[in-house]
């Protein structure tokens, strides 16, 4: 039998491995850990949480959870904080990855809960392992995966719907509110399309290659999201074509901070250049530049193209960043404009593309059933009829298609 290396593509002769009787070995390559499939191991894809079957009586079953940890003091505190409500169920617990990947397909979860640091696996690589077997919901839960965190952009960038950190305060009023936060987290991660989730691999060059001149700029897409957006951006960048004469600004709600991580680790990971939108900073093709939700982004023209006007928002806690962008990027690009709507809760971003829409621009929304949080993507549908609607796994493709036909000839 011969196996293939997801991380690296290296293919290994499991004859010719010195203990027949493992169940894992480690890549020459990569060192890349990887696990030995049984004979009767099949491919799987667990039922998702909104197909759910109901019960003998026609109500909704429990969520069913599986608790990954190597701590069985951290499993039983899961666990009783899991069963505190009625809509979830611990169907199965396991103290390693090996054993988590065995007991999936038998117990078919809703969702797993990954801990990161644990023997013989660890969590990062049994979550490549459960993407590529049997592709269920996945939560890490660890006191390494906060936001921020190179570990948390890691777990979403292997396949995780979502990252949580382990409750740590000893507060009780605060414990209370963490647990709160964790159970609504687990539900919204058990209703994502398991479509939208993939292990995405690192691009073979981290150099864009321009088809123009270096910099030029033709139009600006804007992309806007909360809750959830870290993992939307990491679906959606990879596909955008770096070599338009196009820049792309993306809002998200997120302290500087994280922020500034976020652009670190993506500009390692991606093709594509990406930058901080800066203030005074000019705006360059082929790059994408990030924002958060406490900024108001404006772009201003001048005689070669365009620079950013960037400033703390006067009232953060309306959170309008996104509809600020938008409306600043269709003043400036009239019918040229995309604004493509992502995960998250609130309003912010339905006024923007309405003004995007009246300028006679095009309008992406995230379809729900893709999207972590739903609550923005659903009011965009309630209250517009002529938008364009796309799973996360084909919005980059989605805007590639939306961009003028008149600059991409510019290219």
């Known amino acids: 039998m011969i196996l293939f ?5 290296e293919q290994h002769q ?11 070995f480690r890549c020459h390559k ?18 998702p949480a909104h197909m759910a079957p109901s019960t003998d009586d026609g109500q909704k079953r429990p969520l069913k959870i599986l608790i990954v940890d190597d701590s069985g003091f951290i499993r039983k505190a899961i666990r009783r904080m899991f069963e505190a409500d009625s809509e979830l169920q611990v169907v199965g617990e396991a103290k390693n990855g090996i054993e988590a990947i065995a007991a999936i397909p038998k117990l078919r979860p809703d969702v797993v809960t990954l801990d990161i640091n644990m023997p013989q696996m660890d969590g990062l690589t049994t979550l490549k392992h459960i993407m590529i077997q049997c592709p269920c919901p996945v939560v890490m839960f660890s006191t390494l995966t906060k936001e921020g965190a190179k570990e948390s952009f890691d777990a979403l960038r292997y396949g995780a719907v979502d990252f949580l950190q382990k409750p740590s305060n000893r507060d009780p009023r605060q414990i209370e509110t963490q647990e709160k936060s ?31 001149d270096a910099g030029h700029c033709e139009g600006v ?23 338009l004469p196009v820049a792309y600004l993306g809002l998200l709600h997120a302290e500087d901070a994280h922020i500034d991580a976020f652009v670190d680790y993506l500009d390692e990971y991606c ?14 093709g082929g790059v994408f530049y990030l924002a958060n939700g406490n900024q108001y982004v404006n772009l201003t023209a001048e005689d070669n193209g365009y620079r950013f006007e960037v400033s703390p928002a006067p009232f953060p806690e309306r959170q309008a960043a996104i509809d600020q962008a938008f409306i600043s990027i269709a003043e400036r690009m009239g019918s040229q ?38 609550e923005r993507s659903l009011s965009a549908i309630e209250r517009f009829e002529n938008i364009h609607l796309a ?3 084909l919005l980059g493709e989605a805007i590639n298609h939306f961009i003028s036909p008149q600059i991409k000839q510019c290219a």
């Open 5 to 9: 290396c997801e991380e690296c593509g």
């Open 14 to 24: 499991l004859d010719t491995l010195p203990d027949q009787s493992a169940k894992a």
């Open 30 to 47: 990569c060192s890349e850990i990887l696990l030995i499939p049984s004979g009767d191991d099949k491919p799987c894809r667990c039922m």
């Open 182 to 212: 964790i159970i609504e987290k687990i539900k919204a991660a058990a209703a994502t399309e398991m479509d939208a989730v993939r292990y995405l691999r690192r691009p073979a060059s981290s150099a864009a290659c321009h088809g123009h």
């Open 221 to 243: 897409i804007g992309l806007g999201a909360s809750e959830g957006g870290y993992s939307a951006f990491l679906k959606i960048i990879p596909q955008l074509q770096p070599e």
């Open 271 to 284: 093709a594509m250049p990406i930058l901080r939108a800066a203030d005074g900073g000019r705006v360059m």
């Open 337 to 374: 404009t995309v604004g493509v709507l992502l995960t998250g809760m609130g309003q912010d971003g339905i006024e923007g593309i309405g003004e995007i829409m009246r300028v006679g621009g095009s309008v992406i929304v995230q379809t729900p059933q893709t999207c972590l949080y739903k």
């Open 391 to 393: 799973p996360v796994q």
